[in-house]
């Protein structure tokens, strides 16, 4: 495998793990921060916004799931899509938290 597959791999975990809050939020009618919301990131963007993005993300994990040839790939590379998926997650979580302390 080539090093550009590893990348892929990540990069294909981290918009798969985005797509989900993005798109639950949105086709549960409730608003969620977007890169298009004001400010970006923290404002809330509508939900048609955020099913839009979602599903953005979908489409962009699953060319980079065939190019990283995730399922193809073995162990190391499902691992490393993984670790993107779990990277983003945590990521997420941290972010989320402190603004809804704020």
């Not at 608003?31 to 962009?60: A, E, I, M, Q, Y």
Request: with cysteine; charged share 10%; proline share 7%.
């Amino acid at each position: 495998m080539a090093l550009q597959n590893y990348f892929e791999s990540f990069f294909a975990g981290m918009f798969l793990a985005n797509f989900v809050p993005h798109f639950v939020n949105g086709i549960s009618g409730d608003p969620f921060p977007t890169p298009f919301s004001s400010p970006p990131g923290k404002g809330l963007s509508s939900p048609l916004v955020n099913v839009l993005w979602g599903l953005l993300n979908l489409v962009v994990a699953c060319v980079l799931l065939r190019l990283g040839r995730v399922f193809a790939g073995g162990n190391l590379t499902l691992a490393i899509f993984f670790a993107g998926v779990v990277l983003i997650s945590i990521l997420s979580s941290v972010n989320f938290a402190k603004k809804l302390r704020s």
